[in-house]
């Protein structure tokens, strides 16, 4: 089977670097010379792990420190709730802390307790500072620079055979859902039966599908964003993804081994793009002696939701042509590792009837998604700020019948309930725990305002 994917980046050069373990797949990559990937620091989910033993990308852990990573044991968050001191962890646990923790389930739980005596990732997080060794690298996840990245699993993708045309794609000829051909700009067409469509926000291939959006419950739909030196090594280097709520939304830090990666989440529709850039430096000052102008930063605009369908005809949308959440939670590079390892599924196990599996495919990336939407919008409507217009508009989201049922568990104290209730998708009943104890324990009776 002929593949061409259009457009690098680190989900394009993933997809290529993955599908290339399969030996009955002929696979081009199109990615223009002026084309490259955003990089200001990228956090990562441990699924990442499974990714790379799936198809066997690294032989071993060196790819770490090639790509400027680190370690990454929790995800930490500051300041979401009206106590400025407010801040719940959520650690990227392992299978067995999660066996010794439903052993808990009927229990009154305290959230110091736990941690202390379960949570291995988030033990090894308020240690001290791990740096990449072979016991540590197999826990939790990474930080890392996507730019780096994708030049590591380019290497893999051509050492497997993979061909790489420098190239730009013009024209798109399609038969009602079937791409027939592309032309690209030296005038070259190209067939396959299969396109991957990895162009990102430029929907090359699924510019003209119905796109759901989310912006209607998730509200921050641009960024700012910079790599700064350390100013503090002790309080910035650290293994864990930073999320600090400021007025208008939230600033990430994403420590890599040589630099830090900052970036401001903001909602348009509350924040003009000047007033972001100045809260943000403004913060960045008061916290950790950064002198910056404005003009120094990388602006970022996004949209939020879904292509229903991610699989038309013989087209695939992967990455952030098919979806795009925002990054609280550092669920990008996870979903569009999940696409990949269910698109390399299909391929592998049923090439000659993969076309039967499309509908599945579809419903399967689609509820992932909105899974993770679902977890993401709490994160926002639990918390009790009111110091601004979009922390009041955010708060006061209505809850779906899902998050409802969740809350209702945790409310009654139904913990074996909430631990064993059937849940789909990257974010499982304990990181639900998490977050409603952590969101509750920073304020008393917030969760009984849902």
């Given at each position: 089977?002929?593949?061409?994917?259009v457009?690098?980046?680190?989900?394009?050069?993933?997809c290529?670097?993955?599908?290339?373990?399969n030996?009955n797949?002929?696979i081009?990559?199109?990615?223009?010379?002026?084309?490259?990937?955003?990089?200001?620091?990228?956090?990562?989910?441990?699924?990442?792990?499974?990714f790379?033993?799936?198809?066997?990308?690294?032989?071993?852990?060196?790819?770490?420190?090639?790509?400027?990573?680190?370690?990454?044991?929790?995800?930490e968050?500051?300041?979401?709730?009206k106590?400025?001191r407010?801040?719940?962890v959520?650690?990227?646990?392992?299978?067995?802390?999660?066996?010794?923790?439903?052993?808990l389930?009927?229990?009154?739980?305290?959230?110091?307790?736990?941690?202390?005596?379960?949570?291995?990732?988030?033990?090894?997080?308020?240690?001290?500072?791990?740096?990449?060794?072979?016991?540590?690298?197999?826990?939790?996840?990474?930080?890392?620079?996507?730019?780096?990245?994708?030049?590591?699993?380019?290497?893999?993708?051509?050492?497997?055979?993979?061909?790489?045309?420098?190239?730009?794609?013009?024209?798109?000829?399609?038969?009602?859902?079937?791409?027939?051909?592309?032309?690209?700009?030296?005038?070259?067409?190209?067939?396959?039966?299969l396109?991957?469509?990895?162009t990102?926000?430029?929907?090359?291939?699924?510019?003209?599908?119905?796109?759901?959006?989310f912006?209607?419950?998730?509200?921050?739909?641009?960024?700012?964003?910079?790599?700064?030196?350390?100013?503090?090594?002790?309080?910035?280097?650290?293994?864990?993804?930073?999320a600090k709520?400021?007025?208008?939304?939230?600033?990430?830090?994403?420590?890599?081994?040589?630099?830090?990666?900052?970036?401001?989440v903001?909602?348009?529709?509350?924040?003009?793009?000047?007033?972001?850039?100045?809260?943000?430096?403004?913060?960045?000052?008061?916290?950790?002696g950064?002198?910056?102008?404005?003009?120094?930063?990388?602006?970022?605009?996004?949209?939020?939701?879904?292509?229903?369908?991610?699989?038309?005809?013989?087209?695939?949308?992967?990455?952030?042509?098919?979806?795009?959440?925002?990054?609280?939670?550092?669920?990008?590079?996870?979903?569009?590792?999940?696409?990949?390892?269910?698109?390399a599924?299909?391929?592998?196990?049923?090439?000659?009837?993969?076309?039967?599996?499309i509908?599945?495919?579809?419903?399967?990336?689609?509820?992932?998604?909105?899974?993770?939407?679902?977890?993401?919008?709490?994160?926002?409507?639990?918390?009790?700020?009111?110091?601004?217009?979009?922390?009041?508009?955010?708060?006061?989201?209505?809850?779906?019948?899902?998050?409802?049922k969740?809350?209702?568990?945790y409310?009654?104290q139904?913990?074996?309930?909430?631990?064993?209730?059937?849940?789909?998708?990257?974010?499982?009943?304990?990181?639900?725990?998490?977050?409603?104890?952590g969101?509750?324990?920073?304020?008393?009776?917030?969760?009984?305002?849902?």
């Amino acid at each position: 089977m002929r593949i061409i994917i259009v457009g690098g980046g680190t989900a394009g050069w993933s997809c290529a670097a993955a599908l290339s373990k399969n030996k009955n797949l002929d696979i081009t990559i199109i990615d223009a010379k002026d084309s490259s990937s955003i990089g200001v620091g990228e956090s990562t989910l441990p699924l990442i792990h499974q990714f790379h033993n799936k198809f066997r990308l690294f032989e071993d852990d060196s790819w770490i420190k090639r790509v400027n990573g680190t370690l990454k044991f929790t995800l930490e968050f500051e300041g979401f709730m009206k106590n400025s001191r407010s801040k719940w962890v959520h650690p990227l646990s392992t299978n067995k802390d999660y066996e010794q923790f439903m052993s808990l389930r009927n229990t009154q739980l305290d959230n110091l307790t736990l941690s202390d005596k379960f949570f291995y990732s988030q033990n090894l997080r308020n240690s001290s500072y791990n740096d990449i060794d072979k016991s540590s690298a197999r826990i939790g996840a990474f930080h890392l620079d996507a730019l780096l990245y994708s030049k590591e699993l380019k290497k893999v993708a051509l050492k497997r055979g993979v061909k790489f045309l420098e190239k730009s794609v013009k024209e798109i000829i399609k038969e009602g859902e079937i791409t027939k051909y592309i032309v690209l700009d030296d005038k070259e067409r190209l067939e396959a039966e299969l396109f991957i469509d990895s162009t990102g926000f430029k929907n090359l291939f699924f510019e003209n599908v119905p796109f759901e959006s989310f912006s209607n419950r998730l509200f921050c739909d641009k960024a700012v964003a910079i790599k700064l030196p350390y100013k503090d090594l002790k309080k910035q280097k650290i293994n864990a993804t930073l999320a600090k709520a400021l007025k208008n939304g939230w600033v990430w830090h994403v420590p890599l081994e040589n630099n830090i990666g900052v970036g401001y989440v903001y909602s348009s529709r509350h924040i003009n793009d000047d007033e972001a850039k100045k809260e943000l430096c403004l913060y960045l000052k008061n916290n950790y002696g950064y002198e910056l102008e404005n003009d120094k930063f990388l602006s970022l605009s996004y949209r939020v939701g879904v292509h229903k369908n991610s699989w038309i005809g013989n087209n695939v949308a992967i990455g952030l042509s098919s979806f795009f959440i925002e990054p609280i939670e550092s669920t990008g590079i996870a979903l569009f590792q999940i696409q990949i390892m269910e698109l390399a599924d299909i391929l592998e196990s049923n090439p000659r009837f993969y076309k039967n599996f499309i509908p599945k495919y579809n419903k399967r990336i689609y509820d992932y998604v909105c899974s993770v939407k679902d977890f993401i919008e709490m994160h926002y409507i639990l918390s009790n700020r009111d110091d601004s217009r979009f922390w009041i508009d955010s708060s006061n989201i209505e809850i779906n019948k899902l998050q409802n049922k969740i809350i209702n568990f945790y409310e009654k104290q139904n913990y074996s309930e909430l631990l064993n209730f059937s849940l789909s998708g990257i974010f499982g009943n304990l990181s639900w725990f998490h977050l409603l104890l952590g969101m509750d324990s920073n304020k008393d009776n917030n969760i009984d305002k849902c």
